[in-house]
């Protein structure tokens, strides 16, 4: 089944800088990777998607960007604010048989003022 | 429209007592899906249903069962709970496992389980 890698699990930067999340997945069938943020005790909520046919989506100041020969794709926050700050989760599914949800295990960004 | 609900939000058991987690859905989606989420680990599959009255395994199944007799609820079955089974429960669905690519999931606002 699919593996998906997650990198790094902690993440700390200044209110205003950059943050990049990675993540890697096994499965050369996946084809759809959501991101996901989720804030302490609430549920997580979609942020931004790709499909494997675009290489790059944005969405005012997330991005992210897939990478299929190396089967990888990112997560670019730009200007970050003290509300970035949170736990953010790729996945990746194919769109055959199971086509449920990988996770990856999660990257706690903290943004600071 | 009320997206996906779960009921209770919160629960205690006793080792060995069976619960049903409820799991709803308004948006008469097809695909709908039950993940726990433990520390450090992310959110981790448990049971799948692709439409009324088929499901599937994930990757933790053991200890659960799931129906899906109507399309709008998939409840989730503990039969004899367990300390491992301590863990936030979510239940997520999607719009229409014939769509000819994956459909964003919306998730519920989660069951926190603690089993004594």
């Known amino acids: ?113 | 429209n009320a997206g996906v609900t779960q009921t209770p939000k919160f629960q205690v058991l006793k080792t060995g007592q069976s619960m049903t987690l409820q799991c709803a859905q308004d948006m008469n989606h097809e695909y709908m899906s039950w993940y726990r989420q433990d520390p450090g680990m992310g959110l981790r599959l448990i049971h799948y249903s692709v439409g009324a009255g088929i499901t599937d395994q994930g990757e933790v199944p053991n200890g659960y069962n799931v129906s899906r007799s109507t399309t709008e609820d998939f409840p989730l079955r503990l039969l004899s709970a367990a300390p491992s089974q301590t863990s936030v429960y979510f239940c997520a669905s999607s719009r229409d496992r014939l769509a000819l690519s994956n459909q964003p999931q919306h998730f519920g606002d989660g069951t926190r389980l603690s089993i004594l």
């Open chain 1, 1 to 113: 089944g699919e593996n998906v890698e997650q990198h790094p699990s902690t993440l700390s930067v200044q209110e205003g800088d950059s943050a990049v999340i990675k993540c890697t997945y096994s499965d050369s069938a996946s084809n759809y990777f959501p991101w996901y943020k989720q804030e302490l005790g609430k549920r997580p909520q979609l942020i931004i998607d790709i499909r494997s046919n675009v290489g790059e989506k944005k969405d005012q100041r997330i991005a992210v960007t897939l990478n299929k020969t190396a089967k990888h794709f990112s997560l670019h926050i730009t200007e970050t604010q003290p509300e970035d700050s949170a736990v953010y989760f790729c996945a990746a599914s194919r769109d055959t048989g199971r086509r449920a949800l990988t996770f990856g295990s999660g990257t706690r960004l903290q943004v600071q003022p």
